[in-house]
């Protein structure tokens, strides 16, 4: 009988790491673990009011550590001993300062409760003006424009953004920054033991969409543009790397130190990083042409094409296109949405405020609790009954901005069509058709750019938990909607990863066949609903229109 091979996939999202240890020869999940960031949870460093998100790298040491020896000690017995190979993905874009050594500031005592010395996490937005700058710069500067790879526009989500807004808020940070990491580049770097920052293999996928590094441009932006950008960049270029490695490749093996902390050999091969939502699209088995959409807080949408028909032509509008970012030898595209999930979420607290500041003891809590669990399926339960007719009210989904098409988180949402008979659930079924309107404006933006959209995957928290969302979306885009069977498609991602890093599998394609999801139910758009949705579909793109147009007055100041 052949030896196991096991392998280990670990998900950073925005709320809690998870970790699975996969069967890499049937594709087995045999255990998984999740575990919520502590800081993140208690809402430390972060004050939404001002779009500040930052997280502790201490969260994500602990989890990684918690969920792994958990997620092994529910495996059969005996595992640990089997186990090939982990890769890491996480949220992007995330990036942090760190010293020259690889430690993110916030590690050091001097900057342990300064959230600027933190992971700046991918829905902070406090930089906006700076990505403003960015793009200004790309268009007037006389010489490459660096975000043609991009979509066209830089977005204040993004690794420069980041950096540049942290660096002249807190000289402190400034001058104790070597440089900058990813958390997908620092992850595998803390668990192979790197302590030269100049050493860590970079992500292909966060570099690419994130940071504007081309191969084109010899990797990342020129430091002529950068110091036209704000001189305060002097010299970073040469501090980050130019090289940069698809999640294929081996980054290292584990170190002692994280070999005996998780129970494991020194021979585990840990595989370059990545995103979690690149590396889900893998972990449900991505093909060209097919829309992977990972639904949680905010979306995801990949989409994979030829690379020799593709990488010479332009898409506008979208999140980047790079070479490898989801499967090695594809041209990897990216779009998405800043909100998603957390529309409903917003909306939900909204109707929570009464209960959680007009009660007190312990009936206040256990209410609570008890709404916090009803009131979306209540919602959607009764939006789902109302009449066609009745669909008046007509939302827009930007409540943290437009990540797709063309970036823009400056704009704001908004809800239209209300009048004295519009209840609650009108505006939940509003809110909801919104986000899948959002999600139509990023078909379009595809197919306008030449690339055809012939299938939708979905994957994450809200497809797998809101059949009314999924069903809104199917007759939105009218198209079938299919629904991944893996609760934890990132994580199972980024376990075929570890399963090609380590040579188990030969390549991806060879570790998909063996360990992707399968497909859990479908949604098929409903034929009077799809109609329906054509004429709201053309009030949110008018309701769109007015915001963008009103925001750009405002910020000239007409």
Not at 283 to 288: A, E, Q, T
Not at 362 to 385: G, H, Q
Not at 496 to 517: C, L, N, W, Y
Request: glycine share 8%; charged share 25%; proline share 4%.
């Amino acid at each position: 009988m052949a030896e196991k091979k096991l392998v280990i996939g670990v998900d950073y999202g925005t709320d809690s790491v998870r970790s699975v240890v996969v069967d890499a020869q049937s594709g087995k999940v045999l255990a998984s673990e999740v575990h919520a960031f502590a800081r993140w949870k208690q809402g430390k460093y972060c004050n939404p009011s001002k779009n500040q998100f930052r997280q502790h790298p201490l969260d994500h040491i602990e989890g990684l550590e918690i969920t792994i020896r958990k997620a092994l000690k529910a495996s059969p017995k005996g595992s640990a001993r089997y186990v090939r190979g982990i890769s890491v993905d996480t949220t992007g874009s995330t990036p942090g300062p760190v010293d020259r050594q690889g430690t993110p500031l916030a590690l050091l005592p001097q900057f342990r409760e300064n959230p600027n010395a933190m992971f700046v996490l991918w829905k902070d937005h406090t930089s906006v003006r700076e990505a403003e700058e960015i793009n200004q710069a790309a268009r007037t500067w006389g010489g490459e424009d660096f975000t043609k790879y991009v979509g066209g526009v830089y977005s204040s989500e993004w690794f420069w953004a980041k950096m540049l807004h942290i660096i002249r808020q807190d000289e402190k940070v400034r001058k104790a920054a070597y440089s900058w990491m990813e958390n997908c580049d620092w992850v595998p770097a803390l668990l192979t033991g790197v302590t030269d920052v100049h050493a860590v293999k970079r992500s292909r996928c966060a570099a690419g969409h994130k940071a504007m590094w081309h191969k084109n441009f010899g990797g990342l932006p020129s430091q002529d543009f950068l110091d036209k950008i704000d001189p305060l960049l002097s010299g970073m270029r040469e501090r980050l790397f130019t090289d940069t490695f698809t999640s294929d490749v081996k980054a290292g093996n584990l170190s002692p130190e994280w070999a005996t902390r998780l129970g494991l050999s020194t021979d585990v091969a840990v595989g370059v990083g990545a995103f979690d939502a690149h590396m889900g699209a893998v972990g449900v088995g991505i093909k060209p042409f097919t829309m992977t959409k990972v639904i949680g807080t905010s979306t995801c949408d990949m989409v994979v094409v030829p690379l020799q028909a593709y990488e010479d032509k332009l898409i506008r509008g979208i999140c980047g296109q790079v070479d490898g970012s989801v499967v090695p030898g594809m041209l990897g595209l990216e779009a998405g949405q800043s909100a998603f999930g957390d529309v409903y979420a917003w909306f939900k607290e909204v109707l929570l405020w009464p209960a959680r500041n007009l009660l007190s003891g312990k009936a206040r809590e256990k209410l609570v609790e008890e709404l916090d669990k009803k009131i979306i399926p209540s919602l959607a339960e009764k939006a789902a009954k109302i009449p066609l007719d009745e669909s008046l009210v007509v939302a827009v989904d930007w409540i943290n901005g437009r990540r797709t098409p063309y970036a823009n988180q400056a704009l704001k949402g908004a809800i239209t069509g209300i009048s004295i008979g519009s209840g609650a659930a009108h505006l939940f079924k509003a809110l909801v058709e919104s986000t899948a309107f959002g999600a139509k404006k990023i078909v379009e933006c595809f197919e306008s750019g030449g690339v055809p959209i012939r299938e939708v995957i979905a994957i994450g928290g809200v497809a797998r938990k809101s059949p009314f969302a999924m069903q809104v979306l199917a007759d939105v885009l009218d198209r079938k909607i299919r629904i991944a069977e893996s609760e934890q498609a990132c994580a199972l991602g980024a376990a075929i990863f570890a399963a090609v890093a380590s040579g188990v599998h030969q390549d991806v394609a060879a570790a998909q066949k063996a360990m992707r999801s399968g497909i859990e139910k479908e949604f098929l758009p409903r034929l009077k609903q799809a109609a329906a949705y054509q004429t709201l579909y053309a009030k949110y793109s008018r309701a769109g229109e007015f915001i963008e147009a009103e925001t750009l007055n405002e910020r000239m100041g007409a």
